[in-house]
């Protein structure tokens, strides 16, 4: 199945035509205002520049405390944001007050403080499956459009992001084209149950960042600093094999259990003393069946990821009951959000340029997936596959290290570069001899030049290269000149 961002809308000019049950109403707008945002992304390709700037227009909810609800990916790098009324023609400038690009979710705010006044808060409530819902949008003369929608599935997915599991809601509905149909949100009996971040236009399937999660972000945003999502920091798989289940010594008298296969490094779980190998029974008094769900009173059957990511806090201790050899104990978990700068492979590099550091013409970088998704839509089969192994495996190739994965990019051409300009996507192991756990070791390791000479070692093929140092410091000028380079390194 075909699946697209909600911003592939604004590619579709010529959509269905109106829908029945589709209505228009001239004479109401329900705490919804325009947002404009231009967004202007570093070019990870060429680390010292930004790409283009670009616009995009969204619809913001109106919650308490004058603040806009918005898509995160709506406000990702952008140099300028202004709220317009629905109608058009006022508008005034607007910025980002907290954002987790993790959770999908941004709080946008004004500093005039009238602007917002007349438009009443919109409150928020859950859905379930089976309700009823509307999605709104706004004609071009401001007039209310809403869209009737069927909820059919409320889920633990991975955002699109960070691969975050969270709480999603799944809905049918006919979406027509409108303009500023970025984000929109979606109401029941006039209350706010969700924004839609996907829509593919093939199906008719939309997902929610839902009510649960939005609450969450702001009961979160509301006590500074924000701290993000928490999670628990283990792996684990099925245990539906009987096979199996007899070989780790579980009996009839314990039906579920999930299988811990991984604990990750520094995390909650293994601050808390949980292993590979333990069996997860019960989470927050919670049954955890040999798929890894439990019964949720509103959702029913759904991912026990939920009663840790969502439903506790970062810094909150929640109870795990493990079976371990023969034996079942309780272990308090102290919930965590896992930074971004944690991963050896950063998930994102947003509202931040890429750290890069050019040396006598080789462009080196740390891996992130942002770099990957250079690539397009399709990064996941164009990117080199090495990499993306990297980014995949991440927390099991690099237990010891290194910290960040220095890689060449490109070979930028000069006298210094003479048979290394077609080297590329090279992994950095060494300068000089001294292991690299990040661009921040370079200074230090240029500085052990031996004879003279930089020696640059790699995990392939050339596995060394030399460079002169003396040519390489007194060509630093003539360099960033003849390619207009602002600066040689961003090491912040």
Do not use: C
């Amino acid at each position: 199945m075909r699946r697209i961002l909600l911003s592939a809308l604004l590619l579709f000019s010529a959509l269905s035509p109106l829908f029945a049950d589709d209505e228009a109403k001239p004479d109401k707008v329900l705490s919804i205002i325009r947002v404009n945002v231009t967004n202007q992304p570093w070019d990870f390709a060429r680390p010292w520049g930004k790409r283009p700037p670009y616009s995009r227009r969204a619809l913001g909810t109106v919650i308490a405390g004058n603040r806009v609800l918005v898509t995160a990916e709506l406000v990702a790098n952008a140099n300028y944001v202004e709220f317009e009324t629905p109608e058009g023609g006022q508008k005034v400038p607007a910025m980002v007050d907290v954002v987790d690009y993790e959770a999908n979710l941004a709080l946008l705010k004004t500093d005039d403080p009238d602007f917002l006044k007349p438009i009443k808060p919109l409150e928020i409530t859950t859905a379930t499956v089976g309700d009823n819902l509307s999605v709104l949008q706004l004609e071009a003369t401001g007039n209310l459009l809403t869209t009737h929608a069927t909820m059919t599935t409320a889920e633990v997915t991975r955002y699109p992001l960070n691969e975050l599991p969270l709480l999603i809601y799944r809905l049918t509905t006919p979406l027509q084209f409108r303009d500023s149909s970025f984000t929109l949100p979606v109401v029941k009996d006039d209350k706010l149950v969700g924004l839609m971040m996907r829509y593919d236009n093939t199906t008719n399937n939309a997902d929610l960042i839902p009510a649960p999660v939005i609450q969450h972000f702001l009961t979160d945003a509301a006590k500074p600093p924000y701290r993000g999502f928490p999670r628990s920091g283990i792996a684990s798989d099925q245990t539906r094999d009987p096979q199996f289940r007899r070989y780790i010594g579980l009996t009839a008298a314990t039906p579920g259990g999930v299988y811990v296969t991984e604990v990750f490094k520094d995390g909650p779980a293994e601050k808390a003393g949980i292993q590979s190998g333990d069996v997860l029974l019960r989470v927050d008094g919670q049954a955890v069946d040999q798929d890894g769900n439990y019964k949720d009173p509103d959702y029913g059957k759904i991912s026990v990821t939920h009663l840790f990511s969502t439903k506790h806090f970062d810094g909150e201790k929640v109870k795990f009951t493990v079976f371990r050899k023969g034996e079942t104990m309780n272990l308090d978990v102290p919930l965590a959000h896992r930074s971004v700068e944690s991963y050896v492979v950063e998930p994102y590099v947003i509202d931040r340029p890429p750290k890069f550091y050019v040396l006598g013409g080789l462009v080196l970088e740390e891996l992130s997936r942002q770099y990957l998704k250079e690539y397009g839509n399709d990064w996941m089969k164009k990117a080199p596959e090495e990499f993306i192994y990297y980014d995949q495996q991440q927390d099991n190739l690099f237990r010891d290290g290194p910290k960040k994965i220095v890689f060449l990019n490109r070979v930028l051409p000069s006298d210094l570069t003479v048979g290394y300009e077609d080297l590329t996507h090279l992994v950095v192991t060494k300068i000089n001899g001294v292991p690299l756990q990040s661009l921040a070791d370079i200074p230090a390791a240029l500085a052990k030049a031996t004879d003279g000479v930089h020696k640059i070692e790699f995990d392939s093929e050339p596995s060394v290269i030399y460079l002169d140092a003396a040519q390489v410091t007194a060509e630093e000028r003539s360099f960033m000149q003849k390619y207009r380079l602002p600066t040689l390194q961003r090491l912040q």
